[in-house]
Structure formats: structure tokens, C-alpha cells
């Protein structure tokens, strides 16, 4: 009777084990698949945000460029997509509303918003036709930034050279802007003109940002 019961004790501990590794293959079924899932979820591509797309999603009511120079980085790269970028007349037209929000109200009164984006087109119509881009730009370092008064108004000035690309040739445009500071303490573009030999030659080194 002992020998008996020994073996019945032998096949329900074998039994047992048997129930506990078909568990253990479950449990670990499971896990697989669920980690399968979570692969699939984190590792779904990123999203590109376009040039364009990132200037249309800045907000200039909540996060307006706090100097000068940041305000004409942020029209020169508004500018660089005008030129570079294939967009429709919809998206041209959010982008010229953003670059008109970084201009002074006097100089946004000069000229309609209709009139502002014919006079965009015909530009872009201009470089296309001349095969041109623009390759990049430099900046008047923080230093070089001059400050002045006028009639209580805050100006401020500081020079732009833009590379402009043409096949394998590079043409060079200096450009001095004017800025000055509104009524909520905001740096706004008052005007900008092609700078003469001699402000051209002053030292402009700064940070240079390269087009794609």
C-alpha cells in the first residue's frame, strides 16, 4: 500500500508541474504579444515639421522675439521660405500675414495686404525664372547692434548679408534694417534698404544660418 501511494504522490507532482509550465507559457504568450503592441505604438515614425509649417505654428502674441537681431532672424528665415519653399497661395498668404506681424504699423500702412502679396509673387516669380535661392544669411553680431532715440522712439540698427545662390555662383545682398521698439516694449521692422559700399564694409560677423 505505501509503494502505491508513493506513485500516486509521484503522478500528481508531475501533474502539478505540468499545469505550472503551461502557465508560465501563457503568461509569457501574453507578455509577448503585449510588448509586440507596445513596440508598434512608441516606435511610430516622428512627424517632419516643413520651415514653413514651424513659422506658421510660432505665436507672436505669446512668444514674440525678445531683440532685434532674433526679429530679423525671424524675417530672414520668413523670407528664405518665400524663395525656397513650393507652397500654394494659401499658405503664401498665412506666411506673408506672419512677416507683416513683425513690422511697425507705419510701415505695414504703406502698403496693402493685396498689394504686399502681388509684390511677393512677382518676386518669386523673379528668382524662379533666374534659377535663384537663397543659400543663407549673416547677421550683425549682438554687439554691433546700434542703439538710438528719436523724438522719444527706441530704434535700433543692424546689417543683413544674404548669399544668394545661383547653380554653382554665390551673389551677396547687403541689406540695413531699422527697427523700432512699440508701445508693448516690442522690436517691430520700421524699414530696410540696400546698405551703400562704405555700410557694407563694417564688420556684420555673426551667426550664419544655411538654407537647406
Known sequence: MAKKSKGISKGIIAGITALILVAVLIILAFSYVNNEKAKEVTT?????????????????????????????????????????????????????????????????????????????????????????????????SAADVEYYSVDNFNFAKLYVTYRLRQGTEFVYSNEVFLLRKDDDGHWKIYGFTLADDEEASEDTTGAVSEAE
Not at 509649417?53 to 520668413?78: A, C, H, Q, W
Not at 500654394?88 to 513683425?102: F, I
Open 44 to 140: 511610430e515614425p516622428a512627424v517632419e515639421i516643413s520651415a514653413v509649417d514651424g513659422i506658421l505654428l510660432s505665436d507672436f502674441d505669446r512668444n514674440y522675439p525678445p531683440t532685434p537681431k532674433e526679429v530679423v532672424k525671424m524675417y530672414s528665415e520668413i523670407t528664405t521660405c518665400f524663395y525656397n519653399e513650393k507652397m500654394d497661395e494659401v499658405t503664401l498668404e498665412k506666411l506673408a500675414e506672419k512677416s507683416r506681424e513683425l513690422c511697425d504699423e507705419e510701415l505695414v500702412e504703406n502698403q496693402s495686404f493685396e498689394d504686399y502679396v502681388d509684390s511677393l509673387k512677382t518676386e518669386i516669380l523673379s528668382f524662379n525664372s533666374k534659377s535663384l535661392t537663397v543659400s543663407g544669411y549673416t547677421l550683425s
